[in-house]
């Protein structure tokens, strides 16, 4: 019974030996073979040749050698789908085994057998076997289910598999129940069709009863439950409390995953509930305890566990305030559990337990590990700002470590020091005696650059600061930008400080910086610094020695809507790595984005918020008034930004601005006089009109009229893009009851080589809108108006449509989705705030073609495993109607190739911020299969989504 | 969820390595192995992203067990399943070392085909696994049989198989504790927890329903509330106020969370049925008062004062103390009263060992440890805690098995018929002592 010698074969004419005894009469000597086979497999040879050999054996009525098969299958079958094919009627034959166990083992395998042929096949064994007596055989299917998910979406759908998954949730069994709530949240994350993705929506019915089940599971099964109900936000409080109750029994399962999940779910739904009241306080009670547990558990799940109570302590403080001891570091602890331990022990620091916290700092201080014993000092100064009682005795610890004379130890203590001395200015500068013997052993460029700025910040209290500055100065061109930019700043206060015997160094200096220095930021600061203080050395001195803001408390905690969004990943590896998933899952999962969610508001509350817009808009709709911040919920500090904005006069109502005040004829686009001019041929308005700009016509039409003229407008604009191919729907972007009576809809269109967006403004209030503006927030690629909006004065029930050309030359800022747009409305009710998608095709440019062999190079110079590929679905164009079509939208076909009725086109586009997209598109019969290949792929998901709709706009 | 898994030996050659998902290729092998095992510097996270690609690792001795994937999925989840895969492999081919990997790797793969599917972990129960997957490979099976295990597998009390018939009913229970200590210097405990464990070894027929009670606060407490009648005589102390508690997933939690009272049908043989933690009211064992002096740069004088903290009629057994020395030691002389102390120059330690020692004892060690010069400053010896290992015979927590009752309806035996073992062992954790 020793397996290990097949590891050993490494000799020539291995495979055709192996050959030979697959092909025995033997059976033992078959199975041998095969074991041989998997073996080489494993340790990465190839033996894929002998794929016909080893299906051979596949028939076999030996279960362990059938399994051996199998593995071989899922393995090869990819690479030879034509020969896989043989493999099938084996496939269906097992699905029909009486034995319930090879009935299984086939479902599984031919699951993961990726070869579009065989799928074919699977759809009715699967059918079979998902209402399959035996419950073995129902929870292997109901995971087959997701695997075919995966290869073929639409697949699924059409053939109805959806349904009957869904049925699996009310089996008896509670492993097929698991096993399908697991099949159900993957086939969530990335349906296809909208249909689809409603269909997989938990409701609060069918969460109550697979809370029901919890009990009877796995514990795995219990984890993929969890996870699912997590997704869940129940309507009401009272639902909320009672799924509480009922999660909370799982805190004292020994399996850490299902505590953690459960931590996630309890953690969600405590949002829902009234702060402060005494079930909340019970249930954060409750949740410290398991968590605590965790960290007795072993090494790895202990590192989990640390990186996720990071962020529930950031959170909710209050759970894990009493437990500070169970965070001092054990001495063999492994170093990642280490590091954790030290940054929550940080975070629990109070005024009650400091002494507590210093001593054990300090005993880490001394350890041998580099990075930890950083990180304990860097410590020691976080507890001294945010302990004010505390700083003294810090101080005091940081000097005792100082005096060891532990280079990165004294490097890591001034960096301290500094912050301290930030934060509690003129209180510990005695220090700095000490700290100006350790000048020569600095080498790190933070620890320089902050004794600079301690020597610049207090000169006139160290006599020889001149000298100790000049010394640095010396190898100013070796210095790093930060120790040079320290430096800069450090000699032009001391030059302020003590303007009589420093001339000398503040010249040398600012010559360095503007002369001799390559680097920009710092020959602006050079110049800056130079021209102050040769016009105005008072107006210097106030610039430059100016009181700084004290620094705050903590620095290091995470930005509330991205913790907000990590709890609702607590267990997962995002949680782990403190990065939303977004940031290291490709795909179109990642575009979903979690969020807590926010309690309603109660009565009271409302009403408040009611009174509080109603003192803004003194109109008749306060019961539409919601405070605006509840248009965008989650990124209160992207609201922000766009708060700062200038908009003069905020919602005012006498807000009518310059801007909308200002005629926009004469840098209208081509396509809007064009318009004008059919307009007013068509409505036979006559009389000079042309050199009138067309948004002036409603108001001339006036009453019923205008409606039509809208219309008319708005059937215009879509003719001349109708003839340039592609034309996407208006989308609905800012409802009539959000925006107090404004309906916005609009698009994106691009047009002779200008971006614009097309908005339908609908006025549904009772009285007349007017003062429009509009504001772009920063965002991925850079757009903002090009000019001013041009909207008249719409009477109520009046609409209008208005083109904005838009420029790409505004601040970026990378936005999540990427192609996600944050627009802000004013009129003379309010400001209005709404996001909406921009299609990736408006942002391609005219420039995106290119020559073959630039394409070629290209394409092969970007790794393989960046390419991404996706179906597409089928549609029935012909290859020159898609080129023809696509080339409207700017995507360039570079080549086309046809092999055995299958063609290829290869595509190129380009775009405005310069990154490059090509494209292999491939046409099998109607099917279109897209992949894609970028150096930035996250772009991957918008332009998939913009082929597909370009794709069924003409079909 | 998991994309793929694999298992290297300590040189990265691999020895196992299945692959769920499509979105992992071949090449996610070698990224492991010159990203992780090969690295220059020890990798200092058990989670390694390496080109959008997250692998998660568990060592043990000389082998790498790695899982990969593309998605976020859950990280829990994932390193409790590959602790227990670990235990799984333990279980069927005892120490997991590349000789019993590649003698049974048929066998793993085999277990790695039912233990995931697409990645999702699926049954791990050992008992249940055993009963179709075994290392002589499969065994033929009747209809009935099959039917059997897989209802098993997938049923609802997934841990136990009908039909279990004993002559003799018998169970064992071993209330293991493990005590953990952190001291300063000057005797101030810094931290100090007990994490128990409850093993049951039952050899029980049919299907029988326990009920576990303990000498737990809330639980007592409860209870007496439930039948006032009694509460007002009984209020005897002794009892403990465990922090938090875990269960064998046999044990039913929501009844648990109601009623307070651990009840579950046990799985045959051995398991852990529970797991607590205790913070409050410790009885530790064992005291150690350190005094280390350094005699100039050359010398060093180390006394060291054990003091057993318990009944004298108790005994405490394989104590063992271990005092660090600096690394530049040169030489050891060392006294004890009692016991044996070595200084091991491998393990830059000096311990003594002590067989048995009563309670309410003190016992004394000095040495004299002489240095070489040291030149370089830096290398500053950071002088590690001493630590402590030993095993007495009681619970440190204070930790009483009160009843555990045994009812099978179907079967024609009772409570009274079956026979009860009940032991406690209080052994050392991390039981360390600041010098």
Known sequence: ?955 | MIGGLFVYNHKGEVLISRVYRDDIGRNAVDAFRVNVIHARQQVRSPVNMIARTSFFHVKRSNIWLCAVSKKNLNAALVFQFLYKMLEVMGSYFGKINEENIKNNFVLIYELLDELLDYGYPQNTDTGVLKTFITQQGVKSQTKEETTKITNQVTGQIAWRREGIKYRRNELFLDVVESVNLLMSPQGQVLSAHVSGRVLMKSYLSGMPECKFGINDKVIVESRRAADSSSAAGATKSGHIAIDDCQFHQCVKLSKFDTEHAISFIPPDGEFELMRYRNTKDISLPFRVIPLVREIGRTKMEVKVVVKSNFKPSLLAQKVEVRIPTPLNTSGVQVICMKGKARYKASDNAIVWKIKRMGGMKEWQLSAEIDLLNATDKAKKWTRPPISMNFEVPFAASGFKVRYLKVFESKLNYSDHDVIKWVRYIGKSGLYETRC
């Open chain 1, 1 to 955: 019974m020793t397996d290990s010698k097949y590891f050993t074969t490494t000799r020539k004419g291995e495979i055709f030996e192996l050959k030979a005894e697959l092909n025995s009469d033997r059976k033992d000597k078959r199975k041998e073979a095969v074991k041989k086979v998997i073996a080489s497999m494993t340790v990465g040879k190839d033996v894929s040749t002998l794929f016909p050999d080893v299906v051979n054996c596949m028939q076999a009525d030996n279960l362990e050698l059938k399994k051996l098969v199998y593995l071989y299958l899922m393995n090869y079958a990819k690479t030879q789908p034509d020969k896989a094919i043989m493999a099938v009627n084996t496939f269906v034959r097992d699905c029909e085994d009486p034995n319930p166990l090879i009935r299984a083992l086939a479902v599984r395998t031919i699951g993961c057998i990726r070869v579009d042929e065989i799928t074919a096949y699977l759809c009715d064994p699967l059918r079979k076997c998902l209402k399959d007596e035996d419950p073995y055989v129902r929870k292997t299917a109901a995971v087959c289910v997701a695997k075919l998910h995966d290869i073929d979406p639409l697949l699924v759908e059409e053939q109805g598999f959806l349904d009957m998954l869904k049925d699996l949730l009310a089996d008896s069994n509670p492993m097929v129940v698991a096993n399908a709530v697991a099949a159900m949240t993957e086939i969530g994350e990335s349906a296809q069709t909208e249909a689809a993705a409603r269909m997989l929506t938990w409701s609060g019915h069918l969460v109550n009863k697979l809370l029901t089940a919890l009990n009877e599971c796995t514990e795995w099964g219990q984890v993929f439950i969890l996870d699912a109900v997590a997704n869940y936000t129940p309507s009401e409080e009272n639902e909320a409390q009672s799924m509480i109750e009922r999660v909370c029994p799982r805190l004292a399962h020994a399996n850490a995953a299902v505590v953690l999940s459960a931590v996630k779910v309890i953690m969600k739904l405590l949002e829902l509930l009234t702060p402060g009241s005494d079930f909340v306080q019970s249930t954060v009670k409750k949740l410290s305890a398991p968590l605590v547990t965790l960290l007795s558990s072993e090494h790895e799940i202990q590192y989990v566990a640390l990186r996720n109570i990071n962020l529930i302590v950031q959170k909710r403080p209050e759970i894990l305030k009493h437990e500070l001891k169970v965070f001092f570091v054990k001495y063999n602890d492994p170093i990642y559990v280490k590091l954790e331990k030290l940054d929550i022990l940080i975070r629990l620091t109070s005024a009650a337990n400091i002494a507590n916290v210093l001593a054990e700092l300090k005993e880490y201080a001394t350890e041998v590990d580099v990075d930890f014993v950083r990180k304990a000092v860097r410590a020691i100064g976080r507890c001294a700002i945010k302990v004010e009682s505390a700083a003294e005795r810090c101080v005091s610890t940081l000097l005792d470590l100082i005096q060891t004379k532990v280079n990165y130890v004294v490097q890591e203590a001034i960096v301290v020091i500094k912050d301290i001395f930030r934060k509690y200015p003129n209180k510990y500068e005695s220090v700095i005696g000490t700290l100006c013997e350790n000048l020569d052993t600095l080498d790190e460029p933070e620890a320089r650059a902050s004794m600079i700025w301690i020597i610049g910040e207090y000169a006139e209290r160290i006599d020889n600061a001149d000298e100790l500055l000049e010394s640095f100065l010396d190898g100013f061109a070796d210095e790093q930008t930060s120790v040079q930019l320290q430096l800069l700043t450090a000699v032009v206060k001391l030059f302020l400080k003590r303007p009589t015997d420093t001339q000398e160094l503040v010249q040398r200096v600012l010559s360095l910086a503007t002369q001799e220095a390559d680097n920009p930021d710092l020959r602006d600061r050079g110049y800056i610094y130079w021209r102050l203080l040769s016009t105005d050395p008072a107006a210097a001195k106030q610039v430059v020695l100016a009181e700084k803001p004290l620094i705050s408390e903590e620095t290091d905690l995470l930005e509330p809507s991205l913790l907000g969004e990590l709890v609702c990943h607590i267990g997962s590896l995002a949680s782990v790595y403190h990065r939303p998933p977004s940031a290291f899952v490709d795909g179109r999962v990642a575009a979903q984005r979690k969020g807590l969610p926010s309690r309603a508001p109660t009565l009271a509350e409302a009403t408040g918020a009611a009174d509080a817009g109603a003192e803004v808009v003194p109109t008749d709709n306060a019961q539409n008034a919601k405070p605006a911040v509840s248009v965008i919920p989650t990124q209160d500090s992207l609201i922000g930004d766009l708060l700062d904005i200038d908009m003069s006069g905020g919602g005012g109502g006498s807000g009518i601005t310059q801007q909308s005040a200002a005629p926009a004829v004469p840098s209208q686009s081509n396509a809007m006089d064009l318009l004008g001019d059919g307009l007013d041929s068509l409505l036979g308005l006559g009389g000079p009109a042309p050199q009138q700009p067309p948004q002036q016509q409603p108001a001339v039409g006036g009453g019923s009229g205008v409606d039509a003229l809208a219309d008319i407008f708005g059937g215009l604009s879509a003719t001349p893009s109708a003839q340039a191919g592609f034309t996407p729907q208006l989308e609905s972007w800012l409802p009539a009851q959000r925006g107090k009576g404004m309906q916005i809809d609009g698009r994106f269109l691009r047009r002779g080589a200008q971006l614009q967006m097309e908005l339908q403004v609908r006025n549904n209030a009772m009285q007349q809108l007017s003062g429009f503006a509009i504001q772009f927030n920063k965002n991925s690629f850079g757009l903002a108006p090009a000019q001013p909006l041009s909207l008249n004065p719409l009477a109520p029930m009046q609409t209008a449509t208005t083109l904005l050309p838009l420029h790409t030359k505004g601040q970026v800022q990378k936005m999540e989705p990427l192609l996600n747009l944050q627009v802000a409305v004013k009129n003379n009710i309010d400001v209005f705030y709404f996001s909406c998608l921009v299609p990736i095709h408006v942002l391609f440019t005219e420039e995106g073609g290119m020559d073959k062999r630039v394409f070629l190079s290209t394409w092969k110079d970007i790794p393989a495993d960046s390419e991404s590929q996706t179906s597409l679905g089928s549609y029935s164009h012909s290859p020159d109607s898609v080129s023809n079509l696509l080339q409207s939208c700017n995507v360039f076909t570079i080549a086309r190739r046809s092999v055995d009725g299958i063609e290829m086109l290869y595509q190129s586009m380009k775009l405005c911020n310069g990154i490059l997209v090509l494209a292999e598109l491939k046409i099998s019969g109607g099917a279109f299969t897209l992949s894609l290949k970028s150096r930035h792929a996250e772009v991957y998901s918008g332009v998939q989504e913009s082929y597909l709709k370009i794709l069924k706009s003409s079909n």
